[in-house]
């Protein structure tokens, strides 16, 4: 037995110095360092948008979606964020109303008029704070809409389309979720002015100004996308 552990001790002594040196030769690696993405929001985007509109006014109120496109740029000093963008949109809202007309050589007859717009877009400016993949932003300029106002009594229709141009003013919240892709929602009011139509069959017909309230979301693909950064 004394044999036995006298052995057990000698191949311990040896094996020992054995194992110290391979830890020293072991070389030291560093753990790798962690990456983190820093949102650059300098550069061109294209995008999709669409919401809902709806007139600022008493019924009848004209009210409706829109779809479309949007393209802008963005420069980026520190967290303060500078734009142009612009879109245009396909709409649907509308409005109508029903009811009597004195018909000379007639009598009293039922009549409906209805207003639709069925295209509209703006041309703005954009400042706002980013932080890091989030940007809050005003934004305001140019808007327009194609309308067209329609009459309809005694079985005849006549229409007449105009296009209003006017200013907006609005804000919103834009965001990256994904490498060099955004999500968006803004509300924007519009203002259009006045304009004259059917005036080719006498006394013309004042729209008056259109009011819009509209709330519209979009994605947006960024051309330049984060940069890459270590820590």
Known sequence: MKKILLASAALFALAAPASAADLAARPYTKAPVAMASVYNWTGFYLGLVGGGAWEDANAPRMQGGFVGGTVGYNWQNA???FGVEADGAWADVNASVTGPILVPGFGVATATLGSKTDAMGTVRGRIGW????????GTGGYAWIDNKLSASA????ISDSKFHSGWTVGAGVEAFIAPQWTVKGEYLYRSLGSENYFGNLGTPLASGTLNFHTVQFGVNYHFSGPVVAKY
């Open 130 to 137: 980013a932080v890091n993949n989030v940007l809050l932003y």
């Open 154 to 157: 005694l079985g005849v229709t």
């Open 79 to 81: 967290n303060v964020v």
